[in-house]
């Protein structure tokens, strides 16, 4: 599953970046986010040192930022910082004593991701609640919801194919199937940031060497 979204991240990068004409390169591509936000999710309940967790992503997110600006050539937060802020979301919602002031931090952090731009905003810490709360059926069909609304206010439709990946998992979560990292961890840390150096690179040598 780790190969698998970040094989079509890197996809979905190189046909946002280089070849924007070419739909169906960011179609494969919305199958990335919903496998990432359910790692969050895994990644929260089964860490044994939850602070590490947090401060690690943390970290991922801030070397992620320059390289991020520099392959798509726009400001904003990169998806890191969405995560890491699901993140802190999901160990609020543990913490907290009343419900009711748990549904205000998250909506309150949900407001925060939308107003300082980050990647997905609140959309990508809803998704990441959908996989903390529900699972099956139940599951794809809060999403394809979550997606619909998602369509009212961006008006774009390329999210809806991001119902495949959460298909997926639900498939995988009916039959039991353990969810743990498969190979180096160190490449599923810090692939993002890498990817993301090397795109830049790319768009950005030629122009160099032009100028």
């Not at 199958?31 to 990432?36: K, M």
């Not at 206010?153 to 997926?168: D, E, F």
């Not at 199937?177 to 993301?196: C, E, N, Q, S, T």
């Amino acid at each position: 599953m780790q190969w698998i979204a970040m094989i079509t991240m890197l996809i979905d990068h190189i046909g946002a970046v280089f070849f924007p004409h070419i739909v169906e390169l960011r179609i494969i591509g919305r199958i990335a986010f919903p496998i990432y936000a359910f790692a969050i999710y895994i990644g929260y309940t089964h860490t044994r040192d939850v602070q590490k967790y947090i401060w690690r992503l943390f970290w991922i997110a801030v070397i992620s930022q320059l390289p991020f600006m520099a392959a798509f050539n726009h400001f904003s937060l990169n998806v890191v910082w969405t995560l890491w802020s699901a993140l802190l979301v999901l160990l609020a919602l543990d913490k907290l004593p009343s419900r009711l002031l748990g549904i205000l931090i998250a909506v309150g952090a949900g407001i925060i991701m939308e107003y300082t731009h980050m990647d997905y905003g609140m959309y990508g810490l809803l998704l990441v609640l959908l996989f903390r709360y529900f699972n099956g059926p139940v599951l794809v069909m809060a999403h394809v919801l979550l997606n619909g609304l998602y369509l009212l206010l961006h008006h774009s439709s390329l999210q809806m194919y991001s119902v495949l990946a959460t298909t997926g998992i639900a498939i995988a979560q009916y039959y039991q199937a353990g969810f743990r990292l498969r190979g180096p961890r160190w490449v599923w840390r810090y692939f993002y940031p890498a990817h993301l150096a090397i795109i830049a690179v790319i768009r950005w040598l030629p122009q160099v060497y032009i100028s």
